[in-house]
């Protein structure tokens, strides 16, 4: 006679299907579990097709974006720079320091244009925002933010409000009273709620509508008056840090980039991503359209620049030294879209010719990282703003 | 002296352990950082690594034996000087390896290579390449930022104490070290006693060293504060943007002891530590992801020879109103310190440039008010302006307040849409049955489609007529008439 071994299995109600059972004492992510064996048996199944489910899906993606780049390649007859061999090279530029902006006392983090195309808004790191008549450098307002790092700022098109946030999640507006004595503070509008840091924010053409973007992955359109959300944008899957409205009198979409090294375009209506953009190696600090609205531009912390194309769907040119190993932190064109102008963390700026993805210029004068740059609205100037506190217009 | 050591830059491997510190001589090469691949096989791509990984790769390259600067031993009065090679190596170095065309490039890239702490200059504080014979080191990889060093005071009060205990003239405090050492005096008086018998066990060690070591440690030493504490008014090359620094704070990777004053809590190299674990999509996530790769498989595309002529003839067609290739006419106010060009602008009587600008596209007309009015005015004449102020009026819509849109939607339909309106559109029956749904729950796009509809009738229809109008034409060619009533 062998020895047997009996195993005791207890017998009572099935902690699934209620039925009375032989149960199987097993363990679900270390909580000990009643289930009978067809239970087991079916859950044990059910992991197995939800694994496969899930792989399955990824590997459909996966295979999708593979076939979605081979589509984009085949179109890919010549490069930008070879049909741009024909056009004349530009010339010597002698592009300069004209006014240069004193009075933060910490590093300025953004700065944008009034329409009327010599004031400007500026904001740093000490919360202090400061609107500044950039042609004779006076400051006419100034206002200080409850919170550091006002990261996001933007003049309205009335020139009548300006709009700013960082890290207090919110963006607030303020009317531009023409009474230097009034506090601005005291009619402060509180319009955007994020759950992370405002990134960036931008009036569309009216007083009424701000987009922003944030540190929390999202990007959304306000209602300013009633501070209701009108549209919220989600698909970047890290901090968006960046967004640029396109220049058209009858499109409404605009591109964003982030920490996801991606680059999407929305439209404005449907809170739809339209197109997207991942060729970059770090985290997109900056786009901009190009202005006819067909490209766009994007800075970035693996120290290129690169051009996108939204009808060939494709990135198109790449800007780019081996001596260039430091971000980009901000990109604008010039009015024809000839030039681009990027400031990056090594203090200076380069200009890059777009067509020819050759670098026209370098030029110093910061003393610290370059944190933006704008064009002015007629393309006269532009404006940079550097964690030196100073900001500089050249021309 | 000149030995295979010096040559390929001593660094001298630092390890401290509380109040006794050793360290071991060892030829490392630049593995002993965060920036290789961890067991896992990942690296740390966060943007600050990024940069710190180039300029490491560059170091590399500078200390290559073949192709890097010769580091060497000078000999002065009666001492050597150990393993240094001048500013100038550096820029002829850059200028050659790096394709730079300029020397001053070449001098700013290197002076933030400098700034950040990759080589020092031996006799100052302030971090700064110069294009002529001052004297350079290199830092041991020990020290470099990419060990994301973030030294405590208490540790800055240990070098600065144990500064003052050497006789050595070169190495007595500048002014503001000894300012910076009165200030922590005052902040670290309870605990003074304890800092000051680090620095004295410290020194101790310092001076049993070879004479030669002595010198490349303690100049490698005073180039780490020089990066956590520079000069004022010198840049902090350690400041991080926060929207990055989140990721960046590993709290494992952190170097907060320089002496082991703190319970060093990091007891493996940074090179180990597993990367947190990406977060894993959904099942819903993923189809998502798939319809939308399936939408854009399907989107149309052009060809690259045909979107680069599109952007070179824009470029082209602006280019004579860029103002950085086209000077404006008469000036540019921000060289010129002459506002003329805008108050030009800012007029109503618009200038021939700018009437030439219209005939580029309908849009340029739409974009300029004073090209709306013109416009406005030559459909007027012909009795068929009802289409333009329609599309204004929709653009105005989509401006206003959300509180004030339903009513001014009622407004538009009554004015342009509804029957027996007074300045009946035609839209097409498509958009009309839509555009009648959309009313019944008015939103900013209740008149997106008629106003699409309208726009391609404007375009090739009334935008052509105007730009081949005599009015036009008149204006383009600048004619000076009396009366306002061109019409």
Redesign the interface.
Known sequence: MCDQTFLAITFGPCDNCSQNKPLMNIYLKNEPINYCSLCVELMACQGLA?GE??NT??A??ES??A??EE??AK??????HQ??EK?EA?GQ?V?KT??TLKGHGNKVLCMDWCRD??RIVSSSQDGKVIVWDA?TTNKEHAVTMPCT?V?ACAYAPSGCAVACGG?DNKCSVYPLSLDKNENLAAKKKSVAMHTN?L?SCSF??????ILTSS?DGTCALW????G?L?QSFHGHSA?V?SLHLAP???GNTFVSGG?DKKANVWDM?SGQ?V??FETH???INSVKY???G??FATGS???TCRLY?L????E?AIYS???I???ASSVDF??????LFAGY????INVWD??KGTRVA?L?GH??RVSTVRVSP????FCSGS??NTLR?W? | MYDKGAARGVYIHWSSCFAEFWLVLECTMAKNNSLHPNSNGETD?S?NM??YR??ED?IARMQDEKNGIPIRTVKSFLSKIPSVFSGSDIVQW?LKN???E?Q???L??GT?MAAHGYFFPISDHVLTLKDDGTFYRFQTPYFWPSNCWEPENTDYAVYLCKRTMQNKARLELADYEAESLARLQRAFARKWEFIFMQAEAQAKVDKKRDKIERKILDSQERAFWDVHRPVPGC?NTT?VD???SS?MKNPQKTRKSVYGLQNDIRSHSPTHTPAPEAK??T?EE??E??K???A??D?H????????????S??????D?????CT?DPS????SDD?T??EM?ASKEPGQTRVRRWGFGI?EV??DPVGREQFLKFLESEFSSENLRFWLAV?EL??????EVPTRVQEIWEEFLASGAPSAINVDSKSYDKTTQNIKDPG??AF?DA??HI?KLMKSDSYSRFIRSSAYQELLQAKKKKSKNLF
């Open positions: 939800k489910t899930t899906l990824k459909e993606s999708l974006k076939k979605l589509e984009r179109l890919h007859d010549v490069e930008l049909v741009a056009i530009l530029f592009m004209r006014r195309k010599r042609y790092w990261m890290l840091y990134s569309t053409n009216s007083d009424m509508q540190g209602d300013v008056e009633s209701q009108l901090d840090l058209s009198e009858t920490c209506r991503n197109q997207s190696e770090s985290d190009y202005p006819s067909d490209a912390d693996d120290a194309d009808r060939a769907d494709r198109v030294r081996d001596s190993i430091f971000g010039s009015l024809s879209g000839r030039l963390n090594d203090y200076s777009v067509l370098i110093f003393e610290n007629d393309g006269t100037a964690w030196d217009i021309a | 791509d943007p990024l940069v180039k300029m560059v850059l790096l394709c730079i300029d001053v490039e070449a700013h890239l933030l840049v400041e926060i929207k990055k990721r894993q999509p099942e993923l189809q992801q798939i939308f790769w399936q854009q498989l989107r595309r052009l060809k690259m020879s045909k979107v680069a002529e599109s952007l070179l824009y470029t082209e067609q602006y280019s109103y860029d103002p950085f290739l404006p540019n106010p921000w060289i506002t060009f805008w602008e849009n739409l974009k653009q989509k401006k206003r307040p959300i509180r900013r796009y997106q106003q699409e726009y």
